[in-house]
């Protein structure tokens, strides 16, 4: 079965900072990649997602993560965060020809004003 | 727009009750989905129904029964509640197909006491 991993459990940045998330998945074959943000008190949103093509990958809000294959990693990355970028991040990997999403355990971004 | 609509928002049961969390999409999507979130753990899987008419377990489906009603609804029953299922609960919808991302409701938080 699918399984992700992310490394970080807990980020605390101040504002201007550049963030890297890291998400690692387990299944080697095809897969489709995603970056879920929550808000608080919010619903999932999706930041940006891989099916195929360019690995780099940009999304909303200034975000990208870039897809290495060979590292089975998706790693979300924002040059200079923002106040309101505090939120939860959740890397999730479809895979295997299921249609169904796999979550990590997400990470908490607080970014200090 | 409604996307993904959940209810009710909020809910409190005591322990043994029983109660059903609703869920709708209007974006004519194939699957949909029950997640629970619990802190530190991520999105868990409860259950899942890939079509009209059909329902499968997934991750933690103890205690959960559901129903998908047509294509546009999936409940969610508790039978007899239990604090272990305190949690917040997210119905997500969709397409079916591998190059389509889940859409997410408000999510329902609940606590059984």
């Known amino acids: 079965a699918q399984s992700v991993s992310q490394h970080n459990h807990h980020v605390i940045l101040s504002e201007a900072a550049s963030l890297e998330l890291g998400c690692n998945y387990s299944?080697?074959?095809?897969?489709?990649l995603f970056w879920y943000v929550q808000y608080p008190g919010q619903h999932l949103q999706l930041l940006l997602k891989?099916?195929?093509?360019?690995?780099l990958v940009k999304g909303i809000k200034g975000f990208e993560a870039e897809f290495i294959k060979s590292k089975f990693s998706f790693n979300l990355r924002k040059p200079s965060v923002q106040w309101s970028d505090t939120a939860e991040y959740f890397c999730?990997?479809?895979?295997?020809?299921?249609?169904?999403?796999?979550f990590g355990r997400g990470t908490s971004l607080i970014v200090h004003p | 727009n409604a996307g993904v609509t959940q209810t009710p928002k909020f809910q409190v049961l005591k322990t043994g009750q029983s109660m059903t969390l609703q869920c709708a999409q209007d974006?004519?999507?194939?699957?949909m989905y029950w997640y629970r979130q619990d802190p530190g753990m991520g999105l868990r899987l409860i259950y899942y129904?890939?079509?009209?008419?059909?329902?499968d377990k997934g991750e933690v489906p103890n205690g959960y029964n559901v129903s998908r009603l047509n294509k546009r609804e999936f409940s969610l029953r508790l039978e007899s509640a239990a604090p272990s299922q305190t949690s917040v609960y997210f119905c997500?919808?969709?397409?079916?197909?591998?190059?389509?991302?889940?859409?997410f409701g408000q999510g329902t938080r609940l606590t059984v006491v």
């Open positions: 999730a990997v479809r895979s295997g020809g299921s249609y169904i999403p796999t």
């Open positions: 974006m004519n999507h194939n699957s």
């Open positions: 129904s890939a079509s009209e008419g059909t329902t």
């Open positions: 997500a919808s969709s397409d079916g197909g591998m190059n389509t991302e889940a859409f």
């Open positions: 299944y080697g074959g095809t897969v489709n």
């Open positions: 891989y099916f195929s093509g360019d690995p």
